[in-house]
């Protein structure tokens, strides 16, 4: 029988004009591949979750902004770069936090403009050609990415660790690996005795729903604990290191990720447990400067109040705080572990130099 992790987390369906998804809002009771068309049902796939995590966020704007360039009948250079623009702020403005979002965008607009050498050699069929390439490109690159990151974070992890992490930087958040899966991924590859925790990650349970999903299937083991005992866990001393994945890293090294991640940390640094966010650089936003400057999305009040139940479970009325993620300031962060190797402290020297060393990203 075809597991979970057989299936594509994104995958662009170029004769259909299509992107296929798996519906991830529907894992882990059915696994079931969705076609989205328009730029509508793009934009509904990524605000309601149904393809999310940083990464496949960034593939899929990717895809979506060639399918919906592809028909494109602008008659010169500056019409077609309206008509992309136009397209590429509605698909930006889906989800604010994830960066690969507005980064994925604007790498298919900056393309566009290298490859016409700003209009001067425009050709509409060739442009869209090079931009079907240049989202596939996008993807590609994900999946070796991922597995850097991988090997990188492959060297923190002993034989006999237990890892805990928090929601789902897994497969099901990017194309291949995930970021702090991969680490994980590669340690069982390698016949590395781990034992892996995930946290359930209320309100939408990305921790329970795919992380353990992917992890079990994957033949991993694999502990699930709701988000209130990840402490009483660290203080028996099971947990030797802690991965998360990231939206974004601001330039001083403070990293948003799904709401509760700055518990995790605060309470590892407590018991002295290493905590690693996992980071591509395109996860690194350098022109963003400090956790502060995050544009935190907040989600509907409904997700916690009535989202696992048919009928509410909190009185009607109540107020409700639900932001979908969180920052974990520099200072609680261990290590930074991208595809060109482990970020340490100072972050902001740190990050500064990685994207002069590789500024041709
Ligand atoms: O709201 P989500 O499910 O998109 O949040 C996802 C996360 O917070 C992930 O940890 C992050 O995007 C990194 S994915 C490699």
Known sequence: MKSIL???TVA???EDDAIEIIDQTLLPG???????????????????????????IGV??????????????????????????????????????????????????SHVVEFTGTGKSFDLSKTIEEMRAESERIKAEDIDVCRRIGENGLTLIKDGYGLLTHCNAGQLAT????????????????????KVYCDETRPLLQGARLTAFELHSAGIDTTLLCDNMSASLMKTGAINAIFVGCDRVAANGDAANKIGTSVV??????????????????????????????????????????????ERMAPEGVKVYNPAFDVTDNELITGI???YGVLKSPYDVAIRKLFEEHKNR
């Open 265 to 310: 940390a605060t309470v590892a640094k407590r018991y002295g447990i290493p905590f690693y966010v996992c980071a591509p650089t395109s996860t690194i936003d350098i022109n963003t400067k400090t956790g502060d400057d995050i544009n935190i999305e907040q989600r509907k009040p409904e997700e916690v109040t009535e989202m696992w139940y048919k």
């Open 6 to 8: 057989d299936y594509e």
């Open 175 to 194: 194309c291949k690996y995930g970021t702090a899966t991969a680490p994980m991924y590669l340690a069982h590859e390698k016949g590395m005795n781990i």
């Open 60 to 109: 899929t704007a990717g895809f979506g902004l060639y399918l919906l360039m592809k028909h494109s009948e602008a008659a010169s250079y500056e019409e077609f770069m309206e008509e992309l623009k136009e397209k590429s702020d509605y698909l930006n403005s889906s989800r604010p936090t994830a960066v690969n979002l507005s980064w994925a965008l604007k790498r298919m607009e």
């Open 12 to 14: 662009l369906v170029d």
């Open 30 to 56: 059915t696994i079931e591949t969705i076609r989205l068309h328009t730029g509508k049902e793009i934009w509904d796939a990524i605000y309601l979750l149904q393809v999310r995590g940083a990464p496949a």
């Open 337 to 339: 572990v991208t595809e």
